[in-house]
């Protein structure tokens, strides 16, 4: 009987994973929908956010465009003064791409409705089921970090 409890509950917890990224998707082309951009331009955003900077090599490597789709990605970007070109002060010739305060203002604001609901949803657990809830979050970014490595290592 536990051991079925347990299967029951692994094959819950893998479902409501597989769900959540689906949703997470739902919810980001609606956004990229709602706010004029496609999915790349969001991506670029994202990876921007959470590096805080990054060359015009490292987003093309990200979101898989040529050199040429990521200077038209980064033209759209820049026009409605989302992101900003800075020269690198590591390579003369380079160029490094950030948000804009601005930018990170405007694009805070369409996210302020599902980060008040986060918010709500997350304060309604216990701190012990928020350490475990951390816990398994923390393993998947650690476990689709060394997937994604298997795939560049053996493609």
Not at 5 to 17: E, S, W
Not at 94 to 118: D, N, V
Request: aromatic share 6%; proline share 4%; with cysteine.
């Amino acid at each position: 009987m536990m051991n079925s409890t347990k299967t029951d509950l692994k094959k819950r917890a893998l479902i409501a994973v597989r769900e959540y990224g689906v949703h997470l998707t739902l919810f980001r082309n609606a956004m990229d929908e709602s706010q004029g951009l496609n999915a790349t331009d969001m991506e670029c955003l994202r990876l921007l956010f959470f590096k805080g900077v990054a060359t015009p090599s490292e987003l093309a490597r990200h979101t898989g465009l040529t050199s040429g789709a990521t200077t038209a990605m980064l033209d759209r970007l820049e026009k409605p003064g989302l992101i900003e070109r800075r020269p690198n002060p590591d390579d003369r010739r380079g160029t490094l791409i950030a948000p804009t305060k601005s930018g990170a203002e405007k694009i805070a604001s369409w996210f302020k409705s599902a980060r008040k609901a986060q918010d709500e949803l997350i304060s309604s657990y216990s701190e012990k089921e928020l350490e475990i809830i951390s816990d398994v979050f923390e393993r998947f970014v650690k476990l689709w970090d060394q997937e994604r490595e298997k795939i560049r290592r053996d493609p």
